[in-house]
């Protein structure tokens, strides 16, 4: 069966430090993507990034990167030089195309504290 | 383009009344999910409606239900309530016409059982 593990449940730092947030999956499937989503206090997911599993190339986005390693089944994120705009709390989802990519399986995320 | 709505936002109910739940998808969006959150048990993946067709369910009692209207917007609704639905209730949208789509989410509703 698929699963997200986040083993990180908070983590603190202060402005300007980078920050790296862990994602490890297990899945069958030869087919999937993978995501992460940023929920601020709000509650509302924001979406911030989708890959695919022949996709291994890493991706940055301003202050945002992503590592995807099959082989080690990891899809990391980090944060550069953060910010406290940026505390949250981050989840990594994994979608499968056995389930059609109908449901997204989550993480139990992690929650980001970025003090001034 | 406006983002998904859901309503109501808020919302206090006591165990053993019935709940429905409302979501608009993103304009041009056919299909929509459920999601519930909690605090124990995190995002769990509750229903998928595509051209008014449930397509795919998660695990939850039957006292979880949906539907889909032909504008695509979702109801879900969960009767006899429970301590235990509390929860927060996202609901999410895509474009879904083929393969892998994103799902961008809403507001929620966060549901109290007294």
């Known amino acids: 069966a698929q699963k997200v593990t986040q083993a990180q449940t908070e983590i603190s730092v202060v402005e300007k430090e980078d920050v790296t947030l862990d994602c490890v999956y297990e899945t069958r499937d030869t087919t999937y993507y993978l995501f992460w989503y940023k929920q601020p206090p709000s509650g509302e997911l924001v979406f911030l990034i989708r890959?695919?599993?022949?996709?291994?190339q890493n991706e940055i986005s301003g202050r945002y990167s992503w590592n995807f390693q099959k082989s080690t089944s990891s899809f990391n994120f980090t944060i550069t030089a953060s910010q406290v705009v940026d505390s949250a709390v981050y989840f990594c989802a994994l979608s499968e195309a056995v389930s059609g990519y109908s449901t997204l399986t989550f993480g139990k995320g992690t929650m980001l504290l970025v003090s001034p | 383009k406006a983002g998904v709505t859901q309503t109501p936002r808020y919302l206090i109910k006591t165990r053993g009344q019935q709940v429905t739940l409302s979501c608009s998808p993103i304009?041009?969006?056919?299909?929509v999910s459920w999601y519930q959150q909690t605090p124990g048990q995190g995002l769990q993946f509750l229903f998928e409606?595509?051209?008014?067709?449930?397509?795919n369910k998660g695990n939850f009692p039957g006292r979880f239900s949906g539907r889909q209207f032909s504008n695509s917007r979702s109801e879900m609704n969960v009767s006899t309530l429970e301590l235990g639905d509390s929860a927060l209730y996202l609901c999410?949208?895509?474009?879904?016409?083929?393969?892998?789509?994103?799902?961008?989410f809403g507001p929620g509703t966060r549901l109290l059982v007294l």
């Open positions: 890959r695919n599993s022949f996709d291994e």
């Open positions: 304009s041009g969006h056919r299909s």
């Open positions: 999410a949208s895509s474009l879904k016409v083929q393969g892998m789509e994103t799902q961008y």
């Open positions: 409606y595509f051209s008014e067709t449930q397509r």
